[in-house]
Nanobody, 123 residues
Framework: QVQLVESGGGLVQPGGSLRLSCAAS????????MGWYRQAPGKQRELVAA???????NYADSVKGRFTISRDNAKNTVYLQMNSLKREDTAVYYC?????????????????WGQGTLVTVSS
């Protein structure tokens, strides 16, 4: 069974920092694009940042210059360093991965979501 396990959410004051981690586990053959999405109350889920296996990154305009996405391919782990946090960053953050996993004698493609971790920016 393939799954993503997130950690690092919590309560932080405006201007503070948090680091989210997301590790893929199971019979992972290769991870392709990994990313972070977020969903605030009453809003649609939106892309925050994504990174390819080669290290190319993409950010939402609202987080450029404040958030940094990185990954450790050997550990199948993606990170999101969040600095200068604002109240409007408050949301549930979800990890997402496009990956290949082994299934007996086959290699299969799968898109996987984490369970979500709550980030609250408040004084």
């Amino acid at each position: 069974q393939v799954q993503l396990v997130e950690s690092g959410g919590g309560l932080v004051q405006p201007g503070g920092s948090l680091r989210l981690s997301c590790a893929a586990s199971g019979s992972i053959f290769r991870t392709n694009v990994m990313g972070w999405y977020r969903q605030a109350p009453g809003k649609q889920r939106e892309l925050v940042a994504a990174i390819t296996s080669g290290g190319s990154t993409n950010y939402a305009d609202s987080v450029k210059g404040r958030f940094t996405i990185s990954r450790d391919n050997a550990k199948n782990t993606v990170y999101l360093q969040m600095n200068s946090l604002k109240r409007e960053d408050t949301a549930v953050y979800y990890c997402n991965a496009d990956l290949y996993y082994t299934d007996y004698d086959s290699v299969r493609n799968l898109e996987v979501w984490g369970q979500g971790t709550l980030v609250t920016v408040s004084s």
